[in-house]
């Protein structure tokens, strides 16, 4: 079965310095790979996704992320974050056409 | 280009009471929707699918219900709300596939307490 792990729950960071978020998945072929932000109380809106090809995937918002088929992993970085990218990120993997996994999310607080 | 409306943003409903929330697709036909939920500090929990209109697929068994009795449009309800039915509720589309998009886009939500 599918399953998406995100490490980490809560992470703070000042603004202007780099992010990143990670983002683990287990399925057994290379499945396809979605980053997804939440404001408070609103719903998610599509970062970037990555189906095949340039593993590293360029989104909205000034956000990337690489593909690591080797370590499983599509991690979310974004070099200088501004206090607007304060929010929860979720990591999620659909194999193919089937049905989205979504991780439990991260939120990340940036403080001046 | 395609919207998803989700309403109502917030309902505060007594425990018992019936409820509907409703979502409508524009700009797009024969979407597959999608009603998941968030309860607080938790990740989304997917609670129903269709992929056509009479459609339904149930996720999690509980005192929910889903309806699709239009092509765009996705209705959670339930006869007698629990406390624990609180919540964020999203509803999702996605297209068809094989030549869509496999992305799915989320509605803006519905914040449901229940009293």
């Known amino acids: 079965a599918q399953s998406v792990t995100q490490p980490d729950i809560h992470i703070t960071v000042s603004e202007g310095a780099s992010l990143e978020l990670r983002c683990n998945y287990s399925?057994?072929?290379?499945?396809?790979l979605f980053w997804y932000v939440q404001s408070p109380g609103q719903g998610l809106q599509l970062l970037l996704k990555y189906f095949s090809g340039d593993t590293l995937v360029q989104g909205i918002k000034g956000f990337e992320a690489e593909f690591k088929r080797s370590q499983s992993s599509f991690n979310l970085r974004k070099p200088s974050v501004h206090w607007s990218d304060a929010a929860e990120y979720f990591c999620?993997?659909?194999?193919?056409?089937?049905?989205?996994?979504f991780g439990a999310g991260t939120q990340v607080v940036v403080t001046p | 280009s395609q919207t998803i409306h989700q309403w109502p943003a917030t309902l505060v409903q007594p425990v018992g009471s019936p409820l509907s929330l409703e979502c409508t697709v524009e700009g797009t036909s024969n979407p597959n929707l999608y009603w998941y939920r968030q309860a607080a500090g938790r990740g989304l929990q997917l609670l129903f699918y269709s992929v056509g209109i009479g459609q339904i697929s149930s996720e999690v068994p509980q005192n929910l219900s889903a309806s699709r009795p239009q092509d765009r449009q996705f209705i959670l309800s339930s006869k007698k709300l629990l406390l624990s039915d609180s919540g964020f509720y999203l509803c999702?589309?996605?297209?068809?596939?094989?030549?869509?998009?496999?992305?799915?886009?989320f509605g803006a939500g519905s914040r449901l307490t229940v009293l």
């Open positions: 399925y057994g072929a290379t499945p396809y």
């Open positions: 999702a589309w996605r297209e068809q596939r094989p030549s869509g998009a496999n992305v799915l886009t």
């Open positions: 999620a993997v659909a194999p193919s056409w089937g049905k989205f996994q």
